[in-house]
């Protein structure tokens, strides 16, 4: 099939390696053609040989039951690039015998009529000699909801055994009725172990590395360090360091080695997708949590994958208010003077600001009273507590005002020697109601103390003392 964006790989998980899309995964239950990458070399052809995922591949997990049992269900493989779903596609197209077919799409570059294609060609495969058709769809996340719905047909029917991949929650990006007929499954981030059981076979394996080198201690860590989690990541980083060391007549991929062939890791972000939404919900909760250290983790997280700064600005401006409050009036001062120095300096200066006031939140005392009065305050107001405003505070700055009642009988407070003074002020319907309740941290621990003599003056409940 020679469809633009799609990759015909024939039957069974021994096809030829043509051309697979870009997944981020390290593994293909094929063969790699001679001069692949290194990622591609080493990727799993047997169940065996798949290192992670020890969850959805122990003994009678839903994914192990599905591929001894021969794959009959449509799967929406959902984690992080580099954690096997392409591998865990392939051997689905292998399982009862290999006698599927296996095409891979790519939701980046095919579209609604590439879909019919193979949607077309998998009827004739199994009208001709009962072959099922494995199709293996990278990034469902990026199709429309045309290009999704047009798969809903042959998923249901059977025609086409779907193997979607998605670095993206499928709750938010795929369809509903697709998202019903397929079973979910979360892959994870592979573990610093997974990931050197895989180094180490790349290195010893005649389709890797052959001994060519040898993989020190301190080399090692670094490459795991630089993976973060991502099977191709890691081969792609340590093909690059032994290239570097064959070619200058030496064969220990050391510290210095990495370092010399990665210049800085790649940050798994996606400024459009559920990282975004993740590292700023730790981001937030760090702060409130008062870990300084591990905010500024999630801020430079985000500042180095290029997040607007003006979004930091204003999520941490929504902080101040909502989880600092008045236990720390400075707090919304800093965070508003940190956002104009972003809109005024900008970047990379501005991240100093940045991190000055995510510091200055996450160590202020912490109070939720403001957020917690006003969102009680407009609960009422939504419940149809709206009485009219009482008659002596209505504007009276227009003729007639007086005949009608409004602003008679207004007393002024700062005609009172101590500047506050009994007078009704809220509608009846809430007279004596108490939504502002400050803590006894920072400075609301004065206000808690302020705040009930107020009270008691303007609701005339004693006399001062």
């Known amino acids: 099939m020679s469809t633009d ?9 021994g096809g030829p390696d043509e051309g697979d899309p870009d997944t981020g995964d390290t593994g293909d239950a094929g063969g ?15 169940l065996d040989e798949v290192v992670g995922q020890p969850e959805l591949l122990k003994p009678g997990a839903p994914l ?3 591929l001894d049992g021969g794959a009959a269900a449509s799967v929406l493989l959902y984690g992080p690039p580099g954690t096997g779903k392409t591998t865990i596609a392939r051997l689905m197209a292998g399982a009862g015998g290999g006698q599927r077919h296996f095409v891979a799409l790519s939701a980046l570059s095919a579209g609604v009529k590439e879909l019919r ?8 495969r199994r009208d001709r000699d009962g072959t099922q058709t494995v199709l293996f769809i990278d990034e469902v996340h990026r199709f429309s909801r045309t290009q999704q719905d ?22 938010f990006s795929v369809v509903s009725p697709l998202l019903s007929r397929s079973l979910v499954l979360q892959l994870q981030s592979l573990g610093e172990d997974d990931l050197r059981a895989l180094l180490r076979r790349a290195v010893a394996s005649e389709r890797g590395l052959g001994g060519a080198v040898t993989l020190v201690a301190d080399g090692e860590d670094a490459l795991v360090r ?10 792609t980083a340590l093909e690059a360091a032994a290239d570097g060391v064959l070619g200058a007549g030496e064969t220990t991929v050391d510290l210095d080695a990495v370092e010399r062939a990665v210049t800085e890791v790649a940050v798994r972000y996606d400024r459009a997708g559920d990282q975004h939404y993740d590292v700023i919900s730790a981001f937030i909760k760090s702060i409130r949590g008062s870990d300084a250290d591990a905010a500024l983790h999630y801020l430079a997280r985000m500042l180095v994958a290029g997040e607007d700064p003006r979004f930091v600005a204003r999520r941490l401006m929504i902080h101040a208010s909502e989880d600092v409050g008045l236990a720390d009036p400075t707090a919304l001062p800093a965070a508003t003077a940190a956002a104009q120095v972003v809109q005024l300096v900008g970047m990379p200066e501005a991240r100093i600001a940045l991190a000055q006031v995510t510091v200055h939140l996450a160590t202020a005392p912490k109070s939720n009273a403001v957020i917690t009065a006003i969102d ?6 939504r419940s149809g507590k709206v009485g009219a405003v009482p008659a002596h505070l209505r504007d009276g700055h227009y003729a007639g005002a007086q005949k009608l009642g409004n602003a008679v009988g207004y007393r002024y407070p700062h005609d009172d020697p101590d500047g506050v003074l009994r007078q009704q002020y809220p509608p009846d319907d809430v007279v004596g109601v108490d ?10 621990r004065t206000l808690a103390e302020r705040l009930p003599k107020l009270r008691r003056v303007v609701r005339g409940i004693r006399d001062r003392t």
């Open 226 to 235: 630089l993976a973060a989690g991502d099977g191709r990541r890691a081969l």
């Open 117 to 124: 294609a193979v949607i077309s060609e998998a009827r004739t």
């Open 435 to 444: 939504y502002y309740t400050p803590t006894g941290r920072g400075n609301e």
């Open 376 to 381: 009680a305050a407009m609960a009422d107001v």
């Open 32 to 46: 790699a053609r001679p001069g692949a990458p290194l990622a591609a070399r080493m990727r799993p052809r047997s």
């Open 64 to 66: 192990r039951r599905l």
């Open 150 to 171: 047009a798969l809903l047909g042959a998923v249901e029917d059977r025609l086409v055994l779907l193997v979607a991949a998605t670095t993206e929650n499928p709750s």
């Open 5 to 13: 964006g799609l990759f015909d790989i024939g039957p069974g998980p």
